[in-house]
Each structure stands twice: as C-alpha cells, then as structure tokens.
C-alpha cells in the first residue's frame, strides 16, 4: 500500500521526544517544510516536490537578545491559520513564534521560571492552531496559554489562560476553522491522561472532560468531532469529542505511543511508537448512527528504532514522513 | 528537562562501574583485601552524605564533561590507579551499558526497577561492611519515596531526558556485539518479539463499541511483531524480585570487557564537535565536584606500597595503544583536579575559574558564581 521513498537527510539527529515532527505543505511554492527537535535546536528542511531541493535551517532556542541561555525544546509545530502560517517552538524558559520558513521570530512569551529549580520541572509543551485566529500552547503546570494572533505583524497577546488540567499538558489539537460549523474546537491531553474538549471565543468554554486512568495520553487528533487519543500502554482510543462516549479502542503498539496524524480528507489515521513500528488505519464515521469503524490498513517497521514523530505530508494521506530517536534522516512513504 | 534525572544517572552509571571495575579486579588477580578496599572506598564515597544531598537536589542534568569529571574523582576515591586509556574506556562502557538499559526498558517506570538492580547489587558488594551499608541503605529509601510516587509522563520525561544525554553515542562494546544486542554500527538492537510491558496488552485487537458501551465488534490485525504477554510487575520495595534483568551483572571473570574504537565514527560530521576551549562549569557542577572533594581522603600513590594501577586493557601495549589512537570527537576533555584537600583544591579551583572567565563567548557571569563557590569551598 505504501513504499519507502528517498530519504531526507538532516543535520542533527531528532531526540526522543512526542510529536517530534511537523509538516507544512506550501503548494504554490511546490515545497513542504519539515522540522525536527534535536535537544535546543529546530531543524528545519524545505525540499522541493521535484525532490531536487532541499535548504537546511536551524532555529535555536533561547530568549532573543541574550547572548546565551539556551534551554531545551519540546516541541515545535507549525501552525495553520486562515490568514497565515507562523511555526512555534515552545522549550523549558518560553514560547517562541516565527514566520513558517523559520526567518524571523515574531513573538517571545517567556515562562515563570523559578530561581532554584524545583521538582516540577517547567516547560511548555503542546500546540495547536484553534479557529481563525487562536494558537494555544500547553504548560506543565497544565496550564492551557491562549494566544491571539492577528492577521499579520507581530502583535500577539495572551487573550486567557485556561485552568483546567493538573498534569503537564502532553498535546493538544483542533479542528474547523473559518467555514465549517464545529461543536468542539479544540482537544487537550496531559500526564494523567485526561482529555478536555473545548469551544473556542473570546472566552474558550470547557465542553466535556474526558478521564484517563491515570496512564499518560501522549497524542490527541480532533476529526469530524472525534477526538483519536494514543496512549503510553500502546492503546489508541477514539471518542466522540462532546459526550466522551468510547467508540472504539484499539490494543495498537506494543510500547508507548509518540505520534498519532489524521489526514481529514480521507480518514486516515497513522500511529507510531517507540516498537519500532508506523501503522496506517482508516476510520469511517456514519453520522446516523452514530458510529464509528476502524480497519488496520498497514505496517512499516523502521528497524532498531523508537519513532519519535510520524505525520501525513498532505490532506488525503498520499504520502506520510517518519522521525526516530538517534537517527538523522526523516524518512519518507509514499501510497503505491 | 526532568529535575529529578540526576540520581537516577549517577546511580546507574556507578553502578556499571562498579560491575567492570570488580571484573578487572578479580581478572588481574589483584589480592582479595586491596580489592575489597578499593570497591568499599568508591561505595562509601559514592553514597557519601554531603554529596548525596547535593545530587538530589532538583536540579538540571550536568554536561557530559562535568559527570565524566565526577566519575573520574570517584574512580580514583582509593588505592587504585586507572591510565587515561583505561579511564575513558571504562567510561565508554558505563554510558553505553545504562543507554542500552534506557532503551530497552519496555516502560519508562522500568528505569527504576533497573536503578534498583544496581543498588541491589551494590548492597552485595558492601554486604560486610555494615557502616556503609547502611548509607547504601538510606539512599534506597530515598530513591523510593521521591520515585514511587511520579507518574508514568513524569518517568517518561526522565526518559527523554536521559536519552538527550545519551543522543549520538554509538560506541561499540565488544560484549554487545558477541550478544548480538548491538549492530556493527553502533545501534541497538530493538526486537518486535519477546513480552510487552506491565500494563500493555499484545497488540492486534480492534474494539468497537455501541453508544450504550456494548461491544458490537471485534477485529483482529497483524502487528508484525511476535510479542507475548507481559511479564509480573518488579518490586519497587527495598527487597523484592526486580524481574527485568536490566541492570544486573553482565560481566563475569571470563567475559573480557573490550570496546571497539575503530570505525565507531562512520560519519564523523554526526558527532558533536568537542570544544577545546575550557567550557565553563556551571555552579551547580562545581558545587557538586566541591563537595565530592571535600569528602575524599587523601591516598597518595605509593604510600606504603598499597596504590596499584588497574588497566582495563589486556596489556600495557594495548592500553597504550588505544590512548593513542582515540578518535578526536571522543575525547572527553576532562578537567583535572588534584585530590587534595583544602589549600591546593580552593588553589585549583581558583585557576580553573580564573580560565573561564578570560575564554568570554560561552560563560554567563561567571564572577559572582566563582565567588559563591570559594565561599562555599572555604567553609569545607
């Protein structure tokens, strides 16, 4: 169903983190932009479709107009909004928001560090674009940080915070913005494993809390008001978003799980995790009946690898990227 | 990342040690009381009180050379000489044997059981000597209140942490290789098959669920693996059955601890570029190295015929051979300090801070934090 492709080969190797990868297909320019975390530093690539260009760039993380300072990241993503995109790269001392090619940092939201560190380590972690014009980003006091963005410049503020979580936020996502008409917006995940749906506005509004037997959600997808959840055990679970009613739960890794994509066209589902393995399934929801099915379509095993990062590189799913602790090339699949 | 890191990889990488260096001991037929010395002087230096409170203390992982600087004062706490050779050597196989045991824990939680395996195993080895192993003891029980309790995202951000440390290291280890849990490239070995981990079930099985919660159906999947059900849950008590053997002994007297040095770097633009400038300490390190010093005593080399060299090599040649030949990206650019007390340490340290602060680029106010530290020194 799916061949190995060319490799792309980056500077450093990515580290073993969640959602250690994110893709920006940019279809005018016939580009896709690639990022990769190694310890303090964004890798990014953009390759060319014609697969004949490819331009390295390396965004470090540190707070601007300090000389040293660095601190380690956590997670970098690009975010899509209907005006623009802007990449965000969130680390131990703050949040930082760049231009998506990576050349000039717009915006700088520096954390509460304490003065001595303290058990609870402090960082932020989890993003996501939410509905025209928010991008929220986790803490790890479980703080939910809600930034409005304008439709251009660098005029971001914090709009509000969002209390709800008491574990550090894992990962968060959405769905709909601009046209379509969502209940849900927006999905977080934390340590503890307990989801939080949201509404966003000027004052998001906490929809439904999803509890999680205390084992770690490390992934959270948002499609057609199905939140898909993968787990520390290894197990995937798709609820529906608004009632948190359990639709389906698969027993889908043999070792916790690192990323999880949906490409919203064609209702794939990819999963990878630190077995050394990426699996594509395909999820069908019949509105009637308020159902939902999912059927395994396929396995790639990246040999004496924990994936760190799996994501689609277009909307309906053709092609897919890989990233793996200690390895420095991004890997890449494409549909037969 | 994890403030809570660092004890966890003192003590496993101590502990790694402490399994080689026996092993040299017993395979040099060095005489059984110098032997016992030499293990009971690390260990008691190791668990040290002073030292300990300073180690868990939530605090950031320290730089590669800071703890290859700790480990080689720990190495020398006693009678026995190590060459530079023998010392690096020894390094290289204590980092590569706990990356393999992070890698391999099937669960993040894992890593502690794998930390009590080699407290376990250090328990034995001062199993006569009950002073010290009553600080042993007390550490145990450290480790388990401030551990037990943390959840499995806050033992896999320890993970994470570790692995950052860990990143890059490809280091071939000649009982690795023989065991086949190494590639010839330097990577691990990271089987589909064997058990899942406590809390997992075996992969394959997709559930779909009514809006009422009844299952309504059931589909099987190939998970191109062949793995079993997990094994019992180790004991995170001070006694118990761990049940990975993760951490345990691997050495024995007839299994040679070599590395292999050649080849190691395939593609030498992979590895971090090592400075050679002086890289300046951070605070919190030389705290660390202070208080370490501060809890030696002085064993001068030749006093009374006791010292004697351990070479982790087959022969002087070898040793030799091997200092010689070392790739440049692996060199670990050690700051050596003298053991000695008082004067000449406050004296050594002092010039190492004095050459920090002229390098420029890399030290953030280094003045004020040397200050804090002579104070500090002075009062040992």
Redesign the interface.
């Given at each position: 169903m799916f061949h190995k492709e060319k490799s792309i080969q980056i500077k450093n190797?990515a580290?073993?983190?969640y959602n250690n990868l994110s893709v920006l297909r940019i279809a005018p320019r016939k580009l896709t932009y690639f990022t990769v975390v190694?310890?303090n530093v964004v890798n990014m690539v953009s390759a060319s479709w014609d697969g004949l260009n490819y331009s390295h760039r390396q965004l470090q993380s540190k707070e601007p107009n300090v000389?040293?300072?660095t601190s380690?990241i956590?997670q970098a993503s690009f975010c899509v909004l209907p005006s623009r995109d802007l990449l965000v790269v969130t680390s131990?001392k703050g949040i930082q928001m760049y231009e998506s090619d990576g050349s000039i940092m717009v915006y700088w939201h520096a954390l509460d560090t304490p003065e001595?560190?303290?058990?609870?380590?402090v960082?932020a972690r989890g993003i996501s674009a939410v509905w025209d014009n928010y991008i929220c980003v986790g803490v790890s006091s479980g703080s939910i940080l809600v930034f409005d963005i304008p439709t251009k410049g660098s005029n971001i503020t914090l709009s509000e915070v969002l209390e709800e979580h008491k574990?550090?936020i894992?990962d968060m996502a959405s769905e709909c913005s601009g046209s379509q008409e969502c209940i849900a917006d927006m999905v977080s995940a934390?340590?503890?494993g307990n989801l939080c749906v949201w509404k966003a506005g000027e004052e998001f509004h906490l929809l439904n809390k999803i509890s999680g037997f205390?084992?770690?959600c490390?992934c959270v997808k948002l499609w057609k008001g199905t939140v898909a959840a993968g787990y520390?055990?290894?197990?995937i679970r798709l609820y529906e978003a608004v009632t948190g009613?359990?639709?389906?739960?698969?027993?889908?890794?043999?070792?916790?799980i690192n990323s999880l994509d949906i490409a919203p066209f064609s209702g794939l589902l990819l999963s990878a995790a630190e077995?050394?393995?990426v699996r594509v399934w395909h999820m069908s929801l019949t509105p009637e009946t308020?159902?939902?099915?999912?059927?395994?379509l396929h396995?790639e095993?990246v040999?004496?690898?924990?994936i760190c990062g799996a994501r689609f590189c277009d909307d309906d799913g053709y092609a897919f990227a890989v990233t793996g602790?200690?390895l420095?090339e991004i890997i890449r699949y494409t549909q037969t | 990342m994890s403030t809570r890191t660092l004890p966890l990889l003192f003590i496993n990488l101590g502990g790694e040690m402490l399994y080689i260096l026996d092993q040299r001991l017993r395979a040099q037929n060095i005489p059984a009381d110098k032997a016992k010395k030499v293990m009971n002087d690390i260990i008691s230096t190791m668990f040290n009180k002073k030292f300990l409170e300073e180690l868990f203390k939530p605090q950031e992982l320290y730089s590669k050379k800071a703890l290859r600087t700790v480990f080689d004062r720990l190495a020398h706490a006693s009678i026995m000489r190590l060459n530079q050779a023998s010392m690096d050597k020894l390094y290289d196989l204590m980092t590569m044997a706990f990356k393999y045991q992070v890698l391999l824990c099937t669960r993040p939680k894992d890593i502690l059981l794998v930390s009590f395996n080699h407290m376990d195993a250090i328990k034995d080895f001062v199993k006569d000597s009950p002073s010290i192993l009553s600080q042993v003891d007390e550490t145990f029980r450290q480790l388990i209140e401030i551990y037990t309790p943390l959840s499995s995202g806050e033992f896999q951000l320890i993970r994470q942490t570790l692995l950052i440390f860990f990143q890059d290291m490809h280091i071939r280890v000649s009982i690795f290789l023989k065991d086949k849990v190494q590639n010839s490239n330097g990577r691990f070995v990271l089987p589909t098959s064997g058990p899942v981990p406590y809390g997992t079930q075996i992969p394959g099985l997709i559930r779909i669920f009514s809006c009422t919660g009844e299952e309504v159906n059931r589909l099987q999947f190939t998970n191109g693996g062949n793995y079993t059900s997990a094994l019992r849950e180790g004991s995170f008590e001070i006694f118990g059955d761990r049940v990975t053997k993760l951490g345990t002994n691997m050495y024995s007297v007839c299994r040679p601890v070599e590395t292999l040095m050649s080849g190691t770097s395939k593609n030498s633009a992979q590895h971090p570029k090592v400075s050679t400038t002086p890289n300046p300490l951070a605070k919190e390190e030389l705290n660390l190295l202070a208080r370490l010093m501060g809890g030696l005593e002085v064993h001068k080399a030749g006093k009374g015929g006791s010292a004697f060299r351990v070479n982790l090599f087959n022969t002087d040649e070898e040793e030799e051979e091997a200092l010689l030949s070392r790739p440049d990206e692996l060199c670990y650019g050690i700051i050596s300090i003298q053991a000695t007390k008082d004067q000449q340490a406050n004296a050594e340290l002092t010039k190492i801070m004095g050459e920090f602060s002229e390098s420029g680029d890399q030290s953030p106010s280094v003045s004020s934090k040397g200050d804090d530290l002579l104070a500090m020194m002075d009062g040992l």
């Open positions: 190797s580290s073993a983190l190694h310890a000389a040293t300072s380690l956590m131990q001595t560190p303290t058990a609870q380590a960082f574990a550090s894992t934390d340590d503890g205390d084992m770690t490390s520390g055990t290894g197990q009613i359990l639709h389906v739960e698969i027993n889908a890794h043999a070792r916790w077995d050394s393995l308020n159902s939902v099915e999912v059927t395994h396995n095993c040999t004496d690898t924990q602790y200690d420095s | -």
